[in-house]
C-alpha cells in the first residue's frame, strides 16, 4: 500500500483484538479509512467493513480494498494491468505538473502515468475494476516518487527509487468476507456516522493542521483526473486552500469528534489517537465515557511508536542544510474502546506500554 502518515501497520493487530471482543459482531465501519489498511485486515478477518473518506483517492483505495472481491475482478484486472505495462509513455498534464513544473517522479515514470491514466479514461470500466487499477497505478507511482512519504514536498536530489521503472502490479486483492459484501463510501465523516450503521466503528481522525488531502494531492489529482489548477512549489490543487476539515482546527476538532462519536449508531467504538494531536486523552475518555447516555465502559492501550521518516530526517534549509533539531523522535498512539454497558458507570483500564517501530511507510 502507499507510504502514508498516521499508518497502523503496526497497530493493526490490537485494533483486531479489540473488535473481537465485541461477540457476534459481523459489520464494521472504518470511518476514516485512509488508505483502507485497518479495512483491508477486517475484511481478511471475515468482517463485512463498510469504509468511507471523504477524498477520492481513498475512497477509490477502499472501493479496490474493501467492496471490489477477488472472485469477480481479479481475472480482469490482471490482464489490464499486463496491457497498461506494455504502453509507451506520453508526455501530458500529470508530467507537465509533477515532473517538470516540481520534481515528485522522473519524467520518463510521470510519462507512463500520463499515458495509463488516459487510457483509463477511454475505457469506462466498472467502478471495481476501475478503483483496482487506479490503485495499482497509484501504488506502482508511490514506489518510484521523490519525497519522503508526504507530499507537502519533495527531496531536493532524487531519491534512488525514482531512476526505477514504473511497474504496475496486482493489489492484494481478498474473497468477499464471511460475513458479506464491503462497502466504500465517501461522505463527510458526520453524514457517514449518521447514514451508516454497525456492530462496530473504528475511528481514527486527523490529528493535526496538515490535511490529509495537502498531504496526498497528487493522488487526489491522480484519481479524479480533473487536471486543476495548481499553486506553488509543490503544485498543490487550488482546492486544497478551500476542502477544510474540522479536524485539521485546534479550536474545532475536539467539539467535532464529539459530534461524530455521539452520531454513530453502533453499540461500540474503537478509537485510535496519537498524543501529538489536539485532542487530549482526557478530552477523548470523556466523551467515550458520556455515550449511549453515560453506560459506556471505556478501556485504553499505550503503543510508543518511532515518529515518521520525515522526523528522522530533520529541519533543513532550502540548500539541504541542516537549520534545526526535532524536538523528540518518538511518540505515542492510544487505542480506546468503549462499548454500551447496561450499568451508569466509568471504567479506565491503563495497559502497559508496548513498544513498536514505525514510519510513514504504509
Given at each position: 500500500?502507499?507510504?502514508?502518515?498516521?499508518?497502523?501497520?503496526?497497530?493493526?493487530?490490537?485494533?483486531?483484538?479489540?473488535?473481537?471482543?465485541?461477540?457476534?459482531?459481523?459489520?464494521?465501519?472504518?470511518?476514516?479509512?485512509?488508505?483502507?489498511?485497518?479495512?483491508?485486515?477486517?475484511?481478511?478477518?471475515?468482517?463485512?467493513?463498510?469504509?468511507?473518506?471523504?477524498?477520492?483517492?481513498?475512497?477509490?483505495?477502499?472501493?479496490?480494498?474493501?467492496?471490489?472481491?477477488?472472485?469477480?475482478?481479479?481475472?480482469?484486472?490482471?490482464?489490464?494491468?499486463?496491457?497498461?505495462?506494455?504502453?509507451?509513455?506520453?508526455?501530458?498534464?500529470?508530467?507537465?505538473?509533477?515532473?517538470?513544473?516540481?520534481?515528485?517522479?522522473?519524467?520518463?515514470?510521470?510519462?507512463?502515468?500520463?499515458?495509463?491514466?488516459?487510457?483509463?479514461?477511454?475505457?469506462?470500466?466498472?467502478p471495481e475494476l476501475e478503483a483496482v487499477v487506479l490503485t495499482s497505478l497509484m501504488e506502482a507511482a508511490d514506489r518510484v516518487d521523490s519525497t519522503t512519504g508526504v507530499q507537502m514536498a519533495y527531496?531536493?536530489?532524487?531519491?534512488?527509487?525514482?531512476?526505477?521503472?514504473?511497474?504496475?502490479?496486482?493489489?492484494?486483492?481478498?474473497?468477499?468476507?464471511?460475513?458479506?459484501?464491503?462497502?466504500?463510501?465517501?461522505?463527510?465523516?458526520?453524514?457517514?456516522?449518521?447514514?451508516?450503521?454497525?456492530?462496530?466503528?473504528?475511528?481514527?481522525?486527523?490529528?493535526?493542521?496538515?490535511?490529509?488531502?495537502?498531504?496526498?494531492?497528487?493522488?487526489?489529482?491522480?484519481?479524479?483526473?480533473?487536471?486543476?489548477?495548481?499553486?506553488?512549489?509543490?503544485?498543490?490543487?487550488?482546492?486544497?486552500?478551500?476542502?477544510?476539515?474540522?479536524?485539521?482546527?485546534?479550536?474545532?476538532?475536539?467539539?467535532?469528534?464529539?459530534?461524530?462519536?455521539?452520531?454513530?449508531?453502533?453499540?461500540?467504538?474503537?478509537?485510535?489517537?496519537?498524543?501529538?494531536?489536539?485532542?487530549?486523552?482526557?478530552?477523548?475518555?470523556?466523551?467515550?465515557?458520556?455515550?449511549?447516555?453515560?453506560?459506556?465502559?471505556?478501556?485504553?492501550?499505550?503503543?510508543?511508536?518511532?515518529?515518521?521518516?520525515?522526523?528522522?530526517?530533520?529541519?533543513?534549509?532550502?540548500?539541504?542544510?541542516?537549520?534545526?533539531?526535532?524536538?523528540?523522535?518518538?511518540?505515542?498512539?492510544?487505542?480506546?474502546?468503549?462499548?454500551?454497558?447496561?450499568?451508569?458507570?466509568?471504567?479506565?483500564?491503563?495497559?502497559?506500554t508496548m513498544k513498536h517501530e514505525a514510519c510513514a511507510a504504509a
Amino acid at each position: 500500500m502507499i507510504k502514508y502518515l498516521g499508518s497502523k501497520r503496526t497497530l493493526i493487530p490490537s485494533i483486531l483484538r479489540a473488535v473481537r471482543t465485541v461477540e457476534g459482531a459481523g459489520t464494521v465501519i472504518d470511518l476514516f479509512s485512509g488508505t483502507s489498511r485497518v479495512g483491508h485486515a477486517l475484511k481478511a478477518a471475515g468482517y463485512r467493513v463498510l469504509a468511507n473518506d471523504h477524498n477520492a483517492y481513498a475512497a477509490t483505495l477502499a472501493r479496490c480494498y474493501v467492496q471490489a472481491d477477488a472472485e469477480d475482478v481479479l481475472p480482469d484486472a490482471e490482464r489490464l494491468v499486463r496491457e497498461f505495462n506494455a504502453l509507451p509513455g506520453r508526455h501530458g498534464w500529470f508530467t507537465e505538473t509533477y515532473c517538470i513544473r516540481s520534481r515528485f517522479f522522473m519524467p520518463k515514470n510521470g510519462e507512463r502515468i500520463d499515458a495509463i491514466r488516459e487510457a483509463v479514461a477511454r475505457k469506462g470500466l466498472h467502478p471495481e475494476l476501475e478503483a483496482v487499477v487506479l490503485t495499482s497505478l497509484m501504488e506502482a507511482a508511490d514506489r518510484v516518487d521523490s519525497t519522503t512519504g508526504v507530499q507537502m514536498a519533495y527531496l531536493k536530489r532524487w531519491a534512488r527509487r525514482a531512476a526505477n521503472d514504473l511497474q504496475m502490479r496486482v493489489p492484494a486483492l481478498l474473497p468477499r468476507a464471511a460475513h458479506g459484501k464491503g462497502e466504500a463510501h465517501q461522505l463527510d465523516a458526520l453524514d457517514a456516522a449518521r447514514a451508516l450503521s454497525a456492530d462496530v466503528v473504528y475511528v481514527d481522525p486527523p490529528y493535526n493542521q496538515h490535511s490529509y488531502l495537502g498531504n496526498y494531492h497528487v493522488w487526489e489529482s491522480l484519481v479524479r483526473w480533473d487536471k486543476p489548477e495548481t499553486y506553488g512549489v509543490a503544485c498543490k490543487r487550488a482546492d486544497c486552500r478551500v476542502r477544510r476539515s474540522e479536524f485539521n482546527s485546534r479550536p474545532a476538532c475536539a467539539a467535532a469528534l464529539r459530534r461524530v462519536l455521539q452520531a454513530l449508531r453502533t453499540d461500540a467504538v474503537v478509537v485510535s489517537l496519537s498524543n501529538e494531536g489536539y485532542v487530549t486523552r482526557a478530552e477523548v475518555e470523556s466523551v467515550l465515557a458520556d455515550l449511549w447516555g453515560g453506560a459506556a465502559s471505556v478501556h485504553v492501550l499505550a503503543h510508543d511508536y518511532k515518529r515518521y521518516v520525515g522526523a528522522q530526517i530533520g529541519i533543513h534549509n532550502s540548500r539541504g542544510e541542516r537549520v534545526g533539531s526535532v524536538s523528540h523522535l518518538r511518540n505515542t498512539e492510544y487505542l480506546f474502546t468503549a462499548r454500551r454497558e447496561g450499568a451508569r458507570k466509568r471504567t479506565y483500564l491503563q495497559a502497559g506500554t508496548m513498544k513498536h517501530e514505525a514510519c510513514a511507510a504504509a
